[in-house]
């Protein structure tokens, strides 16, 4: 696994989170949500990130399904141009 961000630009979309593995990067949740990277890890670190983080090896990483279910974001979403947040 890398450290680089699943996907590349600034502003997710609905259909960028469906893209996403079951698991995703601490800097795209927290893009996902209109933050930047160092609130998205401070949050992660003092435990009041919006959604379920698990720890992996020496970083963290964010459980989508979980990301998705906070941001409302279901199966009957148009995906291509709404932004996520």
Same mark, same amino acid.
């Given at each position: 696994?890398?450290?680089?961000?699943?996907?590349?630009?600034?502003?997710?979309?609905?259909?960028?989170?469906?893209?996403?593995?079951?698991?995703?990067?601490?800097?795209?949740?927290?893009? %996902?949500?209109? =933050?930047?990277?160092?609130?998205?890890? !401070?949050?992660?670190? +003092?435990?009041?990130? /919006?959604?379920?983080?698990?720890?992996?090896?020496?970083?963290?990483?964010?459980?989508? %399904?979980?990301? =998705?279910?906070?941001?409302?974001?279901? !199966?009957?979403?148009? +995906?291509?141009?709404? /932004?996520?947040?």
């Amino acid at each position: 696994m890398t450290d680089k961000p699943a996907i590349d630009h600034r502003t997710l979309t609905v259909g960028d989170l469906l893209k996403l593995p079951p698991t995703t990067d601490v800097e795209t949740a927290g893009r %996902a949500f209109g =933050m930047g990277r160092t609130k998205a890890y !401070q949050l992660v670190r +003092t435990g009041k990130f /919006p959604c379920q983080v698990v720890e992996c090896g020496a970083g963290y990483r964010v459980v989508t %399904a979980d990301l =998705m279910r906070v941001l409302g974001v279901g !199966q009957n979403t148009d +995906t291509d141009h709404a /932004p996520a947040a």
